[in-house]
């Protein structure tokens, strides 16, 4: 999730954590974490981990990227880095146990490459779990648990990636059983793969008819196609990635506005300036750190 460094300091005091590579977040133990994803209604963020949330109790209602989602005891949530996740409710009995894989960790991990396909995760990122692949779940959570409780151990990395490797392995049938009994439609397909597209290059790819070009279909379909299934058309996805990561970069306070502007794909600081006022009220300069 997008979060800025001191939000990541305070993981590292509360919560058990392998350097920047993996966080478990349990509810329970800390507190702070309701400030965190995807616990704050209201909250509009943009994925920067690979997320699993197990919900132990309660119930959570959000939208990740256009599917809108109610969350329930014994189902999983899987989010994607550049996901955009908005909470809708929470309830007040709310527990979740949550794992935050930085992508450097998972694309380390010997995984075949049919395990790498990520668009049945995106079609289907919440999981019923059966009882058997739940309790799997928390068992690996837990191994993981006592194994981050022995910094000193000599082989920690080792046993970290062997213990995620299997969790991967156990899940991922599951994911294309699951994705084995429903037929997206094409225009589905289409919104899914344009988002994807968006996440990786929303930096400096800006125009519609570049991603219809990747995607060997005409603008016009490509835009219809977005609008019926999301809600929101091909334009407003592109900004609200550049939104919240100009939101983040701002906060952050390591870089200038002019090299925010850069990185965004702007011609200059000015153009930046404008478009940043007109979508949200405020000048660049005038975001708090």
Excluded at 77 to 92: A, K, Q, R
Excluded at 162 to 172: K, R, S, T, V
Excluded at 240 to 261: C, F, M, N, P, Y
Aim: charged share 20%; with cysteine.
């Amino acid at each position: 999730m997008n979060m800025e460094q001191n939000d990541y300091s305070y993981f590292s005091e509360s919560c058990l954590h392998y350097g920047d590579d993996i966080y478990l977040l349990e509810e329970n133990r800390a507190a702070k974490a309701k400030e965190f994803f995807p616990l704050v209604k209201g909250r509009e963020i943009m994925v920067d981990k690979v997320v699993f949330l197990l919900c132990r109790n309660g119930s959570i209602d959000l939208r990740l990227n256009h599917h809108s989602l109610h969350i329930v005891p014994d189902s999983v949530l899987i989010v994607l880095p550049g996901m955009i996740v908005e909470t809708l409710s929470v309830s007040d009995d709310i527990s979740v146990l949550t794992l935050l894989l930085s992508e450097r960790f998972t694309s380390s991990l010997n995984l075949g490459s049919s395990f790498r396909t990520s668009l049945s995760i995106r079609r289907q990122p919440l999981l019923t779990m059966p009882k058997g692949l739940g309790s799997a779940f928390l068992n690996i959570y837990g191994m993981v648990c006592g194994m981050l409780q022995q910094p000193s151990h000599p082989h920690l990395g080792r046993v970290l990636h062997l213990f995620f490797e299997a969790a991967f392995y156990g899940i991922g049938p599951y994911l294309i059983d699951i994705e084995s009994q429903r037929v997206a439609t094409a225009a589905e397909l289409h919104t899914e793969q344009f988002l994807h597209l968006v996440e990786q290059h929303f930096r400096q790819q800006h125009s519609l008819d570049w991603y219809a070009r990747q995607l060997n279909i005409t603008p016009k379909r490509l835009s219809i196609c977005v609008k019926q299934t999301s809600g929101r058309t091909t334009t407003e996805w592109i900004d609200q990635h550049r939104l919240l990561e100009a939101d983040k970069l701002l906060r952050s306070g390591t870089l200038t506005v002019k090299e925010i502007a850069s990185q965004l794909g702007f011609p200059n600081q000015s153009t930046f300036g404008t478009w940043f006022k007109r979508h949200t009220g405020s000048s660049p300069s005038r975001i708090e750190r």
